[in-house]
């Protein structure tokens, strides 16, 4: 009997582990997520062992032969995410700050400055100091 589809093994014998299109394996397993579904229900993978596996065809650049993966995790065996600690909580509120802040006048934006041209205001800084001007 031919396949249904080229991605598609329930027991795993063709991909080591089962293996479903995407979007086929809520169809077969409701149980199963991928980390980023997981992340997104406030759940973590940690310790979590790979129940199957999403196949793809893709042409976007960096895979081999076209084809995309992606691991699936059981929802029940997942556990919560850690509530960060007050000091991480600080750690990177203060990384975000400095993501924020022009590095030639100081001044706070409210989005993260780009790291291209050193993390400087994009319109040019309206600091007093002038700034040294490139030779003609």
């Given at each position: 009997m031919a396949a249904l589809h080229p991605f598609l093994d329930l027991t795993g014998e063709r991909f080591g582990v089962p293996t479903f299109p995407w979007g086929w394996s809520r169809l077969f397993d409701p149980d199963l997520r991928t980390k980023a579904q997981l992340r997104a229900e406030g759940l973590s993978i940690a310790g979590l062992?790979?129940?199957g596996q999403l196949k793809w065809r893709s042409n976007r650049a960096g895979n081999i032969g076209g084809v995309r993966t992606a691991n699936l995790y059981r929802r029940s065996l997942a556990r919560p995410v850690r509530p960060l600690s007050p000091a991480r909580e600080r750690s990177l509120a203060r990384a975000y700050l400095a993501r924020c802040t022009c590095t030639s006048?100081?001044?706070?934006?409210?989005y993260c400055l780009p790291t291209g041209n050193g993390r400087r205001c994009p319109q040019g800084c309206q600091s007093t100091s002038p700034q040294p001007q490139a030779a003609a």
């Open positions: 062992e790979v129940a006048c100081g001044e706070l934006h409210p």
